[in-house]
């Protein structure tokens, strides 16, 4: 199925994914469900960079795999370049996997130890027919020397290297049958500081001389900042704020980000910094509150809010979209719409 094309290069709406939980061995039946996402949507335009930030366990990375289907979804829709992707046949999929691609968090756990860097990189270029023999051993050198390694480099194999320099293989590896689309699941939340900020960099070149855009998720709200266009906000299954950058740090309207921003240490001992605590821990997502599901931890809880979900609305016309009854442009459309 296609779809009419704009500017936006992926399109989600009204994404799930709920994992079973099943009892019994013989005669096996569900008892439950994981709500990992319940009902996401957003954009992610040409050239651009979202970043997707939460806690841990929040559906972040279920949401990035599932854009690449890599897992199937419960139900929703993912518009790639116009065409939805849960619908591809196998073949389409497989053609259409050279423009999305993934950089994984571990950058140890996601390469072959077994396999050199020279084949590791040129792997995809055999899948995909891009290249073979010479051509291939060319192109993997040319891709060694565009993320800042060497063509002798090739002949080694990963437990050879540092971290950051393995991020650098996994960069390489995805950027070998040129895609449109990279996926960057936690890509330096393995590493030291100051390589982190070495690869964020290498990041922001390559999609400068290659016009990549990339869906960024990560846990550290300073490294998003630096990296991305909009930020979307991630609890327990569902998108809470997403709005562009510069705005959600100069006005973040979600207790929940509030809270988050609040946490992000200051480099100046002189400055004193309010922090926002958040108290109890993060609810189940197999159990998931009533109404907001971040009543149970929010410090501004009013009584609508826990039997009452708050619609994802665009609060002021120009893109701050808010799930939160405290926020007025919220409670306007609810009522408009009643």
Same mark, same amino acid.
């Given at each position: 199925?296609a779809?009419?094309?704009? &500017?936006?290069?992926?399109?989600? *709406? %009204?994404?799930?994914?709920h994992?079973?939980?099943?009892?019994? +061995? $013989? /005669?096996?039946?569900?008892?439950?469900?994981?709500?990992?996402?319940?009902?996401?949507?957003?954009?992610?335009?040409?050239?651009?960079?979202?970043?997707?930030?939460?806690?841990?366990?929040?559906?972040?990375?279920?949401?990035?795999?599932?854009?690449?289907?890599?897992?199937?979804?419960?139900?929703?829709e993912?518009?790639?370049?116009g065409? &939805?992707?849960?619908?591809?046949? *196998? %073949?389409?999929?497989?053609?259409?996997?050279?423009?999305?691609? +993934? $950089? /994984?968090?571990?950058?140890?756990?996601?390469?072959?130890?077994?396999?050199?860097?020279?084949?590791?990189?040129?792997?995809?270029?055999?899948?995909?027919?891009?290249a073979?023999?010479?051509?291939?051993?060319?192109?993997?050198?040319?891709?060694?020397?565009?993320?800042g390694?060497?063509?002798?480099?090739?002949?080694?194999?990963?437990?050879?290297?540092?971290?950051?320099?393995?991020?650098?293989?996994?960069?390489?590896?995805?950027?070998?049958?040129n895609?449109?689309?990279?996926?960057?699941?936690?890509?330096?939340?393995?590493?030291?500081?100051?390589?982190q900020?070495?690869?964020?960099?290498?990041?922001?070149?390559?999609?400068?001389?290659?016009?990549?855009?990339?869906?960024?998720?990560?846990?550290?709200?300073?490294?998003?900042?630096?990296?991305?266009?909009?930020?979307?906000?991630?609890?327990?299954?569902?998108?809470?704020e997403?709005?562009?950058?510069?705005?959600?740090?100069?006005?973040?309207?979600?207790?929940?980000?509030?809270?988050?921003?609040?946490?992000?240490?200051?480099?100046?001992?002189?400055?004193?910094?309010?922090?926002?605590?958040?108290?109890?821990?993060?609810?189940?997502?197999?159990?998931?509150?009533?109404?907001?599901?971040?009543?149970?931890?929010?410090?501004?809880?009013?009584?609508?809010?826990?039997?009452k979900?708050?619609?994802?609305v665009?609060?002021?016309?120009?893109?701050?979209?808010?799930?939160?009854?405290?926020?007025?442009?919220?409670?306007?459309?609810?009522?408009?719409?009643?």
């Amino acid at each position: 199925m296609a779809r009419e094309q704009s &500017n936006a290069l992926l399109e989600v *709406k %009204d994404l799930v994914k709920h994992f079973p939980i099943r009892q019994g +061995i $013989i /005669f096996s039946r569900q008892v439950g469900a994981v709500q990992a996402v319940d009902g996401v949507s957003f954009t992610v335009n040409k050239g651009e960079t979202l970043g997707l930030v939460g806690e841990s366990g929040c559906g972040k990375t279920t949401t990035g795999r599932l854009i690449l289907r890599l897992l199937e979804p419960t139900s929703g829709e993912i518009y790639f370049d116009g065409k &939805n992707i849960p619908e591809l046949p *196998k %073949d389409e999929m497989r053609e259409l996997r050279k423009d999305l691609q +993934i $950089i /994984f968090q571990d950058p140890y756990g996601s390469l072959n130890p077994r396999m050199t860097v020279g084949d590791i990189i040129g792997e995809p270029l055999h899948i995909h027919k891009i290249a073979r023999g010479k051509d291939k051993e060319k192109r993997v050198r040319e891709l060694l020397d565009v993320v800042g390694l060497n063509a002798f480099h090739a002949r080694r194999f990963p437990h050879e290297f540092s971290g950051g320099q393995r991020q650098r293989i996994g960069i390489a590896r995805a950027l070998a049958v040129n895609p449109k689309l990279i996926v960057c699941d936690e890509p330096v939340s393995a590493l030291d500081v100051s390589i982190q900020a070495q690869v964020i960099n290498l990041l922001q070149d390559l999609q400068k001389e290659y016009g990549l855009t990339y869906l960024f998720i990560a846990h550290d709200l300073s490294v998003v900042k630096h990296i991305s266009d909009r930020v979307a906000v991630m609890y327990l299954g569902k998108i809470v704020e997403l709005t562009d950058k510069d705005e959600l740090y100069r006005n973040p309207k979600h207790p929940y980000t509030q809270a988050l921003l609040s946490a992000i240490p200051v480099p100046d001992p002189t400055v004193k910094k309010e922090r926002i605590l958040l108290h109890g821990d993060v609810p189940s997502p197999i159990n998931p509150p009533s109404g907001c599901r971040f009543h149970t931890r929010c410090p501004k809880v009013m009584d609508i809010c826990k039997v009452k979900e708050p619609e994802f609305v665009d609060t002021t016309g120009d893109g701050h979209f808010v799930a939160c009854h405290l926020v007025p442009g919220v409670k306007e459309q609810q009522k408009q719409a009643q």
